[in-house]
């Protein structure tokens, strides 16, 4: 990268901690004044900083709208669906993507099992919320007052022995989901059938879709599809460093074979 825009890009983080002054900019960057001033005056002239009253600097407004508007123009399934369909190639299972909508959880994607036996949930068909482990995901990540009001206006069909029973025990899921950062279905909306699930989180680390692996009962057990949490989790992580445009912390390791 060049020496200048590597200085100039500098700026950014430094300014997001509040505003500084001439001086401070050029300690921190390690530079002359002069240099620094030069490298501000071209971040103002695009709109990336703004210079105060008090001679100070801050960011500007037009580094916030390319933000805004690089987020709203994101689509959480174009970039999702290769990961999706790479983890489907290596298990099998069916895979789904989903969002919250206006009050419904609805899948947004789906990669279909390698197996005989398919699963009749279709893209742009709500899910059962009170049960299905994407709409945990995706619930449990709401303001603890929104997912209280959200859980005591929902109705809580029995679809099995397993469903949730009524508000209280849904909270109670849902704030388990909250700390553990995974959500299961075992059973609770089709005793024949398990989900496990993760959450893909934007660059403000909130949930902006979830992600599932769903299997029936004849072609891997419960306890079977839990071992591969792991697996799901890190593709959940993959799609989340990718929407958000983060780079991973550390490299996989090489060869690595007990999540992949």
Same mark, same amino acid.
């Given at each position: 990268?060049s020496?200048?825009? $590597?200085?100039?890009?500098?700026i950014?983080?430094? +300014?997001?901690?509040?505003?500084?002054?001439?001086?401070?900019?050029?300690d921190?960057?390690g530079?002359?004044?002069?240099?620094a001033l030069?490298l501000?005056?071209t971040l103002h002239?695009? !709109?990336?900083v703004y210079?105060q009253?008090?001679?100070?600097? &801050?960011?500007?407004a &037009? +580094?916030?709208?390319?933000?805004?508007?690089?987020?709203?123009?994101?689509?959480?399934r174009?970039i999702?669906?290769?990961? +999706?369909?790479?983890?489907?190639?290596?298990i !099998?299972?069916?895979?789904h993507?989903?969002?919250?909508?206006?009050?419904?959880?609805l899948?947004?994607?789906k990669v279909e099992s390698?197996?005989?036996?398919?699963?009749?949930?279709?893209?742009?068909?709500?899910?059962?919320i009170?049960?299905?482990?994407?709409?945990?995901?995706?619930?449990? $990540?709401?303001?603890?007052?929104e997912?209280?009001?959200?859980?005591?206006?929902?109705?809580?069909?029995?679809y099995?022995s397993?469903s949730?029973?009524?508000?209280?025990?849904f +909270?109670?899921?849902?704030?388990?989901?909250r700390?553990?950062?995974w959500?299961?279905?075992?059973?609770?909306?089709?005793?024949?059938?398990?989900?496990i699930?993760?959450p893909?989180? !934007?660059?403000?680390?909130r949930?902006?879709a979830a992600?599932?692996v769903?299997a029936?009962? /004849?072609? /891997?057990?419960a306890?079977?599809?839990l071992?591969?949490?792991?697996?799901v989790? &890190?593709?959940?992580?993959?799609?989340s460093?990718?929407y958000?445009?983060?780079?991973p912390?550390?490299p996989?390791?090489? !060869?690595?074979?007990d999540?992949r």
């Amino acid at each position: 990268m060049s020496q200048t825009v $590597d200085r100039a890009l500098s700026i950014l983080p430094l +300014l997001a901690q509040g505003p500084a002054d001439l001086g401070q900019v050029a300690d921190r960057l390690g530079v002359h004044k002069s240099t620094a001033l030069r490298l501000l005056r071209t971040l103002h002239e695009h !709109g990336l900083v703004y210079r105060q009253e008090d001679q100070r600097y &801050r960011l500007g407004a &037009r +580094l916030f709208a390319l933000a805004q508007e690089a987020v709203e123009n994101l689509d959480v399934r174009e970039i999702a669906h290769p990961h +999706l369909v790479a983890l489907n190639e290596r298990i !099998g299972h069916t895979v789904h993507l989903a969002v919250l909508e206006e009050g419904e959880v609805l899948y947004i994607d789906k990669v279909e099992s390698r197996y005989p036996v398919r699963m009749y949930s279709r893209i742009g068909k709500p899910v059962a919320i009170t049960v299905a482990a994407v709409a945990k995901l995706l619930l449990a $990540d709401l303001p603890e007052a929104e997912r209280r009001a959200v859980a005591e206006k929902l109705d809580y069909p029995t679809y099995t022995s397993r469903s949730t029973p009524n508000a209280a025990a849904f +909270l109670k899921e849902l704030a388990a989901v909250r700390e553990q950062g995974w959500a299961t279905d075992l059973g609770g909306h089709e005793e024949s059938i398990n989900c496990i699930g993760a959450p893909i989180r !934007g660059a403000d680390g909130r949930v902006v879709a979830a992600m599932s692996v769903s299997a029936p009962n /004849v072609v /891997v057990t419960a306890e079977e599809l839990l071992t591969l949490l792991p697996q799901v989790r &890190r593709t959940a992580e993959d799609i989340s460093r990718e929407y958000s445009g983060t780079a991973p912390d550390t490299p996989p390791a090489q !060869g690595s074979s007990d999540d992949r």
